[in-house]
C-alpha cells in the first residue's frame, strides 16, 4: 500500500459540495484494508475541510449503518476526522444495492443540512465483490445521478 493513500486519486471540489462515502471492507484483510479508506477519506477531509463540504458515512456489509448525516454538528476536520476513526467496520458479504438503497435516503429532498444548490456525490468503496441485484444496483445508482447526485464507485 502507497505511503499516500490518495497518492491514486485526483479529487476535483468545485465548492461547496455535499458527499456522502459508503464503504465495506469484508475480505481477508479487511482490517488493514478498513483502515486504508478511512486514511483515504480523512485525507480528504484535511484537503477540503468541512466549511464547504458536507460529509455523510456509512459502512455497510450485508446491512448499511449510516454513522453520520448531512447537517451533523462537527466543527472542524479533526473532529470530524476523531468521529472516523471510532466507526468499526461492518461484517457480511457488502450489499451494494442496499448501501445504494440507503444513499438514497440520504439525499432526500429536505435532508438535514440540505444545500440545494450545491453538487451532491456518493461516493462507494468496496474490497470485494458485493451481492445484490444487479438491475435494482443499477436502477438506485441511475436514480441517484437522475436526481443531480454523481455516483462513484471502485466496483
Not at 458479504?93 to 451532491?120: H, S
Amino acid at each position: 500500500l502507497a505511503d499516500n493513500p490518495c497518492s491514486f486519486v485526483s479529487v476535483l471540489v468545485s465548492y461547496p459540495i455535499d458527499i456522502a462515502f459508503a464503504i465495506s471492507a469484508t475480505s481477508a484483510k479487511a482490517n488493514v484494508l478498513y483502515d486504508y479508506m478511512l486514511d483515504a477519506i480523512k485525507q480528504i477531509i484535511h484537503e477540503y475541510g468541512t466549511y464547504h463540504v458536507n460529509y455523510a458515512f456509512m459502512v455497510f456489509g450485508n446491512e448499511p449503518d449510516v454513522r453520520l448525516r448531512f447537517g451533523a454538528n462537527v466543527r472542524s476536520p479533526d473532529d470530524l476526522t476523531d468521529l472516523l476513526d471510532n466507526i468499526p467496520r461492518i461484517a457480511g458479504r457488502p450489499n451494494l444495492e442496499k448501501a445504494l438503497e440507503k444513499a438514497t435516503e440520504l439525499f432526500q429532498p429536505g435532508y438535514e443540512g440540505e444545500r440545494p444548490a450545491v453538487r451532491k456525490f456518493v461516493v462507494v468503496i468496496v474490497d470485494r465483490n458485493t451481492v445484490g441485484d444487479k438491475i435494482l444496483v443499477l436502477r438506485y445508482a441511475k436514480s441517484l445521478e437522475n436526481s443531480g447526485i454523481k455516483v462513484s464507485s471502485n466496483v
